[in-house]
């Protein structure tokens, strides 16, 4: 029987070799295809790029393959590149849209197959039950042309998407008092795409840019896999210390997730992350224009958006959510609790280089290390302290939602519950305006239990309430 594939949070991922197979992987593309045509792009142009995992150039090629045979043109990128420069070629060339062969942050075992609208960001999700239900049963269905033919033909044109995409963070950024800061900046790239950029961004001053992690290794050595979380980044906390670094700017393997390190070779938690990047817009840069966040991020941003009386817009978890409501709201930024932020008068994609950038930026112009500048944010919203563990589980989902539907906590961690939020998962809402989150990947059997909370003495009590909810012992 044919694979049954099925769109997560963010595209369709797989096991190389079980079911991420070139047969899948074009029945994805023959989907996306005809998903364009019934929406009157005919003949337009498509972008598809992919990252450093195993194989992943020859499965862009076969997605074009596909792509031209059905009345489409492509432009395929000469080499593996970061999402979020694969998202704004979509906008510099106007293409109908994308397809970014990339796992992200899976483990070396997967690949995956994501999907971008006419705007470089994700596709809705009654787009991607649209192009689901247009994937064939079968490859039979699936119409090819020669790689090699659709480029003689015109209907495949390789590229380059630096130039555009620097010049881009060239009109969002001035980049010359980063590079004559004098700092020295550590990135870990995870093996990954975000490789060379910075220190191709930040080079001809008096900065200097250390890189570790930043070959082509589809294994990820010395981290269980390229995520920007803990223990993945202990390696580079570790050689910010040895080189004595003023920061460690980490992304991760499609380079559209941020990841942050302090001047002591601590972690700064991604909701921090957030916290400070909207600060930076708001208080350094003086915009102003709404944010938009998932339920599963930070509280602190609600805090911001009273204080500078912005509105902030709550969303379900991932960027399939957050992306059309930036486009509806014509958000100044949006992000999530994993380390995507997109930011407005660029792409409603997560990018991890713009906001790295941001983060140094924010460095030079308040004079300030990573952990001064969390003092100066703690210093207007109050300190806040999070945490999260994941979870494989087995058995029936269904059961354990209901499990979890009718536990009623009253107390948290010592905290009253008042209230609960089902909008993507189970969030309960807490007395000190933190909570709890329990909700189910949507692309792996695991159970995610977040929270956040103003008292750093219940972190670990609350989340091992919200197992026990989750029926984890």
């Given at each position: 029987?044919?694979?049954?594939?099925?769109?997560?949070?963010?595209?369709?991922?797989?096991?190389?070799?079980?079911?991420?197979?070139?047969?899948?992987?074009?029945?994805?593309?023959?989907?996306?295809?005809?998903?364009?045509?019934?929406?009157?792009?005919?003949?337009?142009?498509?972008?598809?790029?992919?990252?450093?995992?195993?194989?992943?150039?020859?499965?862009?090629?076969?997605?074009?393959?596909?792509?031209?045979?059905?009345?489409?043109?492509?432009?395929?990128?000469?080499?593996?590149?970061?999402?979020?420069?694969?998202?704004?070629?979509?906008?510099?060339?106007?293409?109908?849209?994308?397809?970014?062969?990339?796992?992200?942050?899976?483990?070396?075992?997967?690949?995956?197959?994501?999907?971008?609208?006419?705007?470089?960001?994700?596709?809705?999700?009654?787009?991607?039950?649209?192009?689901?239900?247009?994937?064939?049963?079968?490859?039979?269905?699936?119409?090819?042309?020669?790689?090699?033919?659709?480029?003689?033909?015109?209907?495949?044109?390789?590229?380059?998407?630096?130039?555009?995409?620097?010049?881009?963070?060239?009109?969002?950024?001035?980049?010359?008092?980063?590079?004559?800061?004098?700092?020295?900046?550590?990135?870990?790239?995870?093996?990954?795409?975000?490789?060379?950029?910075?220190?191709?961004?930040?080079?001809?001053?008096?900065?200097?840019?250390?890189?570790?992690?930043?070959?082509?290794?589809?294994?990820?050595?010395?981290?269980?896999?390229?995520?920007?979380?803990?223990?993945?980044?202990?390696?580079?906390?570790?050689?910010?210390?040895?080189?004595?670094?003023?920061?460690?700017?980490?992304?991760?393997?499609?380079?559209?997730?941020?990841?942050?390190?302090?001047?002591?070779?601590?972690?700064?938690?991604?909701?921090?992350?957030?916290?400070?990047?909207?600060?930076?817009?708001?208080?350094?840069?003086?915009?102003?224009?709404?944010?938009?966040?998932?339920?599963?991020?930070?509280?602190?941003?609600?805090?911001?958006?009273?204080?500078?009386?912005?509105?902030?817009?709550?969303?379900?978890?991932?960027?399939?959510?957050?992306?059309?409501?930036?486009?509806?709201?014509?958000?100044?930024?949006?992000?999530?609790?994993?380390?995507?932020?997109?930011?407005?008068?660029?792409?409603?994609?997560?990018?991890?280089?713009?906001?790295?950038?941001?983060?140094?930026?924010?460095?030079?112009?308040?004079?300030?290390?990573?952990?001064?500048?969390?003092?100066?944010?703690?210093?207007k919203v109050g300190a806040h302290y999070y945490d999260r563990i994941d979870t494989m589980f087995t058995g029936d989902r269904a059961e354990r939602e209901r499990l979890i539907q009718s536990s009623n906590p009253e107390?948290?961690?010592?905290?009253?519950?008042?209230?609960?939020?089902?909008?993507?998962?189970?969030?309960?809402?807490?007395?000190?305006?933190?909570?709890?989150?329990?909700?189910?990947?949507?692309?792996?059997?695991?159970?995610?239990?977040?929270?956040?909370?103003?008292?750093?003495?219940?972190?670990?009590?609350?989340?091992?309430?919200?197992?026990?909810?989750?029926?984890?012992?």
């Open positions: 029987m044919a694979t049954k594939i099925k769109f997560g949070t963010d595209g369709w991922r797989g096991v190389i070799a079980e079911d991420y197979t070139f047969a899948n992987l074009r029945r994805c593309a023959q989907g996306f295809a005809a998903y364009l045509l019934n929406h009157g792009y005919q003949d337009e142009w498509v972008v598809i790029g992919h990252d450093k995992r195993f194989h992943s150039e020859n499965f862009a090629a076969a997605a074009a393959e596909v792509l031209a045979a059905n009345g489409l043109r492509v432009y395929l990128t000469d080499g593996a590149t970061p999402t979020p420069v694969i998202a704004y070629s979509v906008v510099n060339k106007k293409a109908a849209g994308a397809i970014n062969i990339t796992a992200s942050h899976n483990p070396p075992t997967d690949n995956g197959f994501k999907v971008r609208n006419k705007f470089g960001g994700a596709i809705d999700p009654e787009g991607l039950l649209e192009i689901e239900s247009l994937i064939p049963e079968t490859e039979d269905q699936v119409k090819r042309v020669p790689l090699s033919e659709a480029i003689d033909d015109g209907k495949v044109v390789k590229f380059d998407p630096a130039p555009a995409y620097i010049e881009q963070i060239h009109n969002l950024l001035d980049l010359k008092p980063i590079q004559d800061a004098g700092l020295r900046i550590m990135v870990d790239p995870m093996w990954g795409n975000g490789a060379g950029w910075f220190p191709r961004l930040l080079c001809g001053g008096k900065t200097e840019v250390f890189e570790i992690h930043n070959q082509r290794n589809p294994i990820f050595p010395e981290m269980k896999r390229p995520e920007p979380i803990r223990p993945n980044v202990d390696v580079g906390l570790q050689k910010t210390l040895d080189e004595k670094a003023d920061v460690l700017i980490i992304t991760d393997g499609d380079a559209d997730r941020l990841g942050v390190g302090d001047e002591h070779g601590r972690f700064i938690d991604q909701l921090r992350v957030y916290g400070l990047l909207a600060y930076y817009l708001l208080e350094v840069r003086g915009m102003r224009g709404p944010i938009v966040k998932t339920l599963s991020t930070t509280s602190m941003l609600d805090v911001l958006g009273k204080i500078y009386d912005v509105p902030v817009y709550p969303t379900g978890v991932g960027f399939k959510y957050v992306a059309p409501k930036m486009l509806e709201t014509n958000a100044m930024i949006g992000g999530e609790e994993s380390g995507g932020y997109a930011f407005a008068n660029h792409v409603p994609e997560r990018d991890g280089i713009l906001a790295g950038l941001y983060i140094l930026d924010m460095m030079v112009r308040l004079n300030k290390k990573p952990s001064e500048l969390l003092d100066l944010l703690f210093e107390y948290l961690g010592g905290l009253k519950v008042t209230g609960l939020d089902t909008t993507d998962g189970y969030k309960f809402n807490l007395e000190d305006g933190g909570w709890l989150l329990i909700r189910f990947s949507g692309t792996e059997p695991i159970i995610r239990v977040y929270t956040e909370t103003t008292h750093p003495d219940k972190v670990q009590e609350i989340l091992k309430d919200g197992l026990a909810v989750a029926g984890i012992r």
